[in-house]
């Protein structure tokens, strides 16, 4: 007679019926678990399909085919133990989860770094060596969930639609005295909990809930490229290639640890050799993230369900993927496709920093640049942000410098499949932020008229709007620096207008100005797009709609600028006065403009 054994975890937590795909894998822990004999259950409308064994006796997977069932407490035995399982209904059919689009604004936001919620819990039992310390830039800070939902008003009053967090699952890597730390969220140990540093999963639900009453979308930030050296999987691992080059982890193998390269370049290039292509893909980000194998079917099977697990649990508007191409690039499409199936109108955005339009386009959905479909919508514009980086720095000549490089970034939109279904951005967690240790609100205003009004989804950096500044130089952490007023005893709030300084206060009626402006606004959503090679300095771009149009004008020069009116007029016709958005003033188009130094205009007529 078989003896009872025990079960510690099955993974998904629960899962839903009325799927596309009617089939769920189940991942069942505990010791010795594969010495079951028979997994059954009689729960009406539910099949096993199939019961594998993996090479570690402590994971069992098993496929359920849920065709034909319905919401309820099923049970399944194993041998003699009897585990109950939650077969959930759905909130939504699939086609009706709205993503983003470039409709939207995602305003991007560290957990760690922004607010701290009311009842924060410095010291959270069970985790493993961490300490909260606003004074290191490297370690926590002690930012959460509850903090981020708590000002949700602040995110209304900007004018942004939709937060991109980044990693809110469990981190349980131990920090250190030398900086060392997971605050950033890039190294998971657990795919179904929420980190317990910023809340629980029912926190992450009602943050999501809350927003989406205040017209805001939420974006979860994913890594299916790597986990984090203390999960489970880095000591167990369920199978012999649930990681890429393994051998290492043995203490008498360590020289046989890969390193990536960081170069993405090889999974593109036609004449790419061997060992560059192995060591993008299958090398470590960092030997603390094990790289995973999404070549075994088990494993992508079970990071597919997790996406689809936390879209119908907490209801997120849309991914966005880390390290994207680092990742088997036939594994990430099937994820994708599937994903598209089920939800035909959700949006996922990869990461793909590289700074090429042709390498950014390859990996659009649909692109004739590619030998497989990539299905992926949206793709990360890391040549705009690139581009405008150098420019900022420059004057712009007759030819190449300075917002030429705009221009010369935007001839290549004709290789995406679709330009609309870019992100661009002028900084991020990843790189010094666009104001550098300055304050040249000039320049910002400049990246932020053309970062708002092309053809893309636009994508800010938390504080930007309050001339949050910072390079990476010394460390990341200084350009993630805690937003003003989010936490305990700070003596300084930015989320408020009396606490703000006069310069933040101008800068951000600034652009909260031009982000309401943008919102619902067709000519910027749906217009057409009309570029001119820079002109003495100037550079401008029309979007037009239905008879209405947008002109952005920059002088890219720190010299007054005259615009020569008739040389736009294919765009500005017979229009006489125009208004600008930024400050309410009216120009007279019958005759030049007379520009400052570093001018932004967007003039609506």
Known sequence: MNAAVKIDRIDPTDWFVGMKNPQVQLMVYGKNITAVKEVTTDYPGVRIDSVVRLDSPNYLLVYLNLQGAQPGTMTLRFDKTKVTYQLKAREKAGKERIGFTNADVLYMLMPDRFAQGAGHNPQVKGMRTYKEDRT??????????????????????????????????????????????????????????????????????????????????VVMDMIFNHSGFEHPWTKDMPSKDWLNTPEWLNEQQKSQYLQTSYKLTPVKDPYASKIDLKETTEGWFVPSMPDLNQHNPHLMRYLIQNSIWWIETVGIDGIRMDTYPYAYADAMAQWMKELDEEYPNFNTVGETWVTEPAYTAAWQKDSKLSKENSYLKTVMDFSFFDKLNQAKNEETDAWWEGLNRLYGSFVYDYLYPNPSSVMAFIDNHDTDRFLGNGRDTLALKQALTLLLTVKRIPQLYYGTEILMNGTKEVTDGNVRKDFPGGFPGDQHNAFTQEGRTKAEQDMFRWTSRLLHWRQGNNVIIKGSQTQFIPYQGIYVIARQYQGKTALTILNGTSKSATMDVKRYAEVIGDTQRAKDVLTGRYYDLSKDLQLRPRQSLILEF
């Not at 981020?148 to 008003?153: A, F, G, Q, V």
């Not at 469990?170 to 605050?183: A, K, L, Q």
Request: with cysteine; net charge negative.
């Open 136 to 217: 290191k830039p490297s370690l926590r800070h002690g930012g959460d969930l509850n903090g981020i939902r708590e000002h949700l008003d602040y995110f209304c009053e900007l004018g942004v639609t939709a937060l991109w967090l980044t990693p809110v699952l469990e981190n349980d890597s131990p920090d250190t005295e030398n900086g060392f730390s997971t605050y950033h969220g890039y190294a998971t140990t657990d795919y179904y909990k929420v980190d317990p540093r910023f809340g629980t999963n029912e926190d992450y639900r009602r943050l999501c809930d809350e927003a989406h009453a205040k017209g805001l979308k």
